[in-house]
């Protein structure tokens, strides 16, 4: 059985399957509605930086195929078959995606589902339909990405803008260009037009099939090559989700899926042949921009023109590029435009503030300084548990509720200082986060456990487990210490007093017990006492009497904050 994912739900790709060849089906359809699903391979800052790696029905797959598009089969509206092991280092996350084709909006879909499909069994399903949705126009279902180890997220969040907004907030943008004049070109006698598209562009989205814009003139003699196979998954262990059908009897070629070809220059007898253009610069290179999405020149005399996703300068062509948006540009700024970030859009308010913008973003937590934290209530639909008072803003419908530990919770919380006071946020909505200018950290857990002072939680996920844990000691009164134990699947946020430090334990690892904020539940931690009898005998005293000692296998932790509680 598949392992079953909701909005929000994130796991390691270890954990679903030992194998790095994998099968990634997205189900997707409505009434009246078409859906393009493509993937973006993003950087370490979420960025298209090459669009080379977008991959969409006319750019089939990545330069060394470790994103590959398959087309429809076994059930899925498209299909891509991910090879982890080919992924080059700066590729950080694909992201899968579905845009509308026109109008309509997403509420409109019935149930669909993002797949993962490995050694012909399917490990991984996230199932949603248009009640998850409302006014978007594009979505990310679904996303690999690179955090240590390979993981994947169930996204489900959109953009109203579509596309653009889309683009955008991957750092593209969709440039807005004037129609060109049609060329020209003088007809040579006995030289027929030729009606196939040009060979760098597909038609243009929603244009009925019919005769495309004439192409440069193709000798009689010339025979047309049949159009070039769709392209198949290599053998490499590979196999084709369970169900899969045999091909289908051949079918008219769909115009997003089908290939164009270039047609031959075989000289005619007795004739002249103009000379070729010059080879275009490499694809991805400097000189050669790729093609716009949909858009269809009207012969090869015309200029290649910006390219659809093109990536914004990075950073060190003057400014850094600006934040993204959800689909909206900064204040002040016109559409279709960019500026770098923090460049003056004018004068006012609005220029001086816009440094400070909201970092958007489709996950669960997002910082959006070292200090300031937002919780998207909405992603995964389970309340978020906070110490009372930490909210410093929310947006949406969110009710605010009091938690209480029940009375054995009480006794046990005074009795072990491990009590925490916290408030129940439920609801749609976002809620910022933050207390007394503390650094804020959010601790992802994927069925682990982390042990952390009560005193140093500012929130975390109501689907995470927690309980006081004894510290074993000898040589101090009462003989034990204590601290929180979280663990399960879900976010913990933990606040510090500075920049804290993580060191490895090693069995000659000791800390002070009022600087430690964290460390591995797999570590063994005793009370270590320094008092000695003839050592104090004397006035005065270090102030380091009590440390914590910890001992694990290789692997674990222990952080420490630069201030003592």
């Known amino acids: 059985m598949p392992r079953e994912f909701q909005r929000g739900h994130k796991a390691r790709i270890s954990d679903l399957t030992a194998g790095t060849d994998l099968y990634v089906g997205v189900q997707i359809s409505a009434p009246g509605l078409t859906f393009d699903i493509s993937c973006f391979g993003l950087d370490a800052d979420e960025r298209l ?27 899925d509206t498209e299909s891509f078959r991910v090879t982890l092991d080919r992924i080059p280092p700066q590729i950080r996350k694909l992201s899968f995606t579905a845009t509308i084709d026109g109008a309509g909006q997403m509420s409109q879909v019935g149930p669909g589902h993002l797949r993962i499909v490995a050694g012909g069994e399917e ?6 339909d248009g009640s998850e949705f409302s006014t978007e126009r594009a979505v990310m279902l679904g996303d690999i990405y690179l955090k240590d180890v390979w993981r994947f997220a169930a996204v489900g969040q959109g953009f109203d803008g579509g596309l653009e907004a889309l683009l955008k907030n991957f750092g593209g943008e969709v440039l807005e260009e004037e129609e060109p004049a049609p060329a020209q070109a003088p007809q ?27 192409t440069a003139p193709v000798p009689p003699q010339a025979p047309t090559p049949p159009p070039a196979p769709a392209p198949q998954p290599a053998a490499q262990g590979f196999a084709p989700p369970p169900g899969a059908t045999p091909p289908p009897a051949p079918q008219p ?10 047609a031959p220059l075989t000289p005619p007898s007795g004739g002249t042949v103009p000379p070729p253009p010059p080879a275009p610069a490499p694809y991805g290179h400097p000189g050669q921009q790729p093609p716009p999405y949909g858009h269809q020149p009207p012969g090869p005399a015309a200029p290649p023109p910006t390219g659809y996703g093109r990536p914004t300068p990075p950073p060190g062509y003057g400014q850094p590029t600006p934040a993204p948006g959800y689909g909206q540009p900064p204040y002040g700024q016109v559409p279709g435009q960019g500026a770098p970030y923090g460049a003056p859009q004018g004068t006012g308010v609005a220029a001086a503030l816009d440094k400070f913008r909201e970092t958007p973003t489709g996950q669960r937590w997002t910082p959006q300084n070292g200090k300031l934290i937002r919780a998207d209530l909405g992603v995964g639909g389970r309340p978020v548990l906070a110490r009372q008072g930490s909210m410093v803003l929310y947006q949406g419908k969110v009710d605010f509720s009091y938690k209480g530990a029940g009375f054995a919770g009480r006794i046990v919380g005074n009795a072990t200082g491990q009590e925490m006071q916290l ?7 976002q809620v910022f986060f933050a207390e007394e200018s503390t650094h804020l950290h959010p601790v992802e857990l994927q069925g682990d456990a982390i042990c952390v002072s009560a005193e140093n939680v500012l929130a975390f996920d109501e689907s995470l487990q927690y309980e006081v844990r004894r510290i074993e000691g000898h040589g ?22 500075g920049t804290p430090v993580v060191l490895p334990v090693t069995p000659t690892t000791f800390v002070d017990s009022n600087a430690v904020v964290a460390w591995s539940a797999a570590a063994q931690v005793i009370v270590s006492s320094q008092v000695r009898m003839r050592r104090n005998a004397y006035p005065g005293h270090t102030g380091e009497g009590v440390n914590l000692q910890f001992r694990a296998a290789p692997g674990n932790f222990v952080v420490v904050q630069p201030y003592e509680v």
Do not use: W
């Open 188 to 214: 040579q006698p006995h030289q027929p037009q030729t009606g196939g598209a040009p060979g760098f562009a597909p038609p243009a989205f929603g244009v009925p099939s019919g005769p495309a814009a004439p």
């Open 476 to 497: 101090i009164p009462g003989g034990a210490l204590f601290t929180m134990q979280f663990q399960g699947t879900g976010t913990i946020v933990v606040k510090t007093h």
């Open 123 to 128: 490990v991984a399903r996230y199932a949603f």
């Open 49 to 75: 930086s090459d669009d080379r790696y977008f991959v969409f029905f006319n750019q089939p797959k990545s330069p060394e195929e470790a994103v590959q598009l398959l087309g429809a089969q076994a059930g």
């Open 423 to 429: 408030m129940r946020c439920t609801g749609q909505g």
């Open 253 to 262: 070629p769909s115009v997003h899926a089908a290939p164009t070809i270039v």
